[in-house]
Nanobody, 128 residues
Framework: QLQLVESGGGLVQPGGSLRLSCAAS????????IGWFRQAPGKEREGVSC????????NYADSVKGRFAISRDNAKNTVYLQMNSLEPEDTAIYYC?????????????????????WGQGTQVTVSS
């Protein structure tokens, strides 16, 4: 059974950092692009970042550029989202999702409708 599990969320003060992990089980991530999405109460789901299956191409929302960094370790079947300089506006449930990316050469999508395997989410709260 294909499964994605997020971890690493929590409560952090403004200006702090967190690293989220997205671990896959039941399948290998080698041929999947991974996206990170977030959804705050009363707001639409937002594509935060994504990374191609080979890890050579990535994409960020303007709101997180320069603060967040996505990476992957296919040997560990895990994708990471390093979040620095966190702001209260980053508070949301963060989800990872997977979509097939055989070549690993095309730019990944931050559109949630392009992804068909989802994790259960992890809460990130930025507050003093």
């Amino acid at each position: 059974q294909l499964q994605l599990v997020e971890s690493g969320g929590g409560l952090v003060q403004p200006g702090g950092s967190l690293r989220l992990s997205c671990a896959a089980s039941g399948f290998t991530l080698d041929y999947y692009a991974i996206g990170w999405f977030r959804q705050a109460p009363g707001k639409e789901r937002e594509g935060v970042s994504c990374i191609s299956s080979r890890g050579t191409r990535s994409n960020y929302a303007d709101s997180v550029k320069g603060r967040f960094a996505i990476s992957r370790d296919n040997a560990k079947n895990t994708v990471y989202l390093q979040m620095n300089s966190l702001e209260p506006e980053d508070t949301a449930i963060y989800y990872c999702a997977a979509t097939t990316d055989i070549s690993g050469l095309r730019l990944c999508s931050r559109g949630w409708a392009d992804y068909n395997h989802w994790g259960q989410g992890t809460q990130v709260t930025v507050s003093s």
